[in-house]
């Protein structure tokens, strides 16, 4: 049995979803690292659970934009360092 999504084969359909949510969209990681610093630090700078800053330095999920420019204050670095940038 095939199964489609608006004609489209089922598996390209997760293999593209998939596909999107692997790509990386911050540097927090690294900049935590840079900075000597852990996500456990981070989490109670923001106020947020250790899980949670886990999920955003694997990019699993991307931090809110206002929590992103409060990051940014606290590692005292431009939000633009937290970004990964678009290669052309």
């Not at 049995?1 to 990681?29: C, D, E, G, W």
């Not at 000597?36 to 250790?50: E, I, M, Y």
Request: charged residues 25%; contains cysteine.
């Amino acid at each position: 049995m095939h199964f489609t999504y608006y004609n489209i084969p089922i598996t390209f359909v997760a293999a593209s979803y998939s596909a999107l949510f692997m790509q990386k969209y911050n540097r927090l990681k690294a900049v935590l690292a840079d900075k000597g610093r852990t996500s456990k630090w981070l989490a109670d700078q923001v106020s947020r659970s250790k899980a949670t800053v886990s999920r955003w330095c694997s990019n699993q999920i991307q931090p809110p934009l206002e929590v992103l420019f409060k990051i940014a204050e606290i590692l005292e670095v431009d939000v633009c360092e937290l970004l990964v940038k678009e290669k052309k």
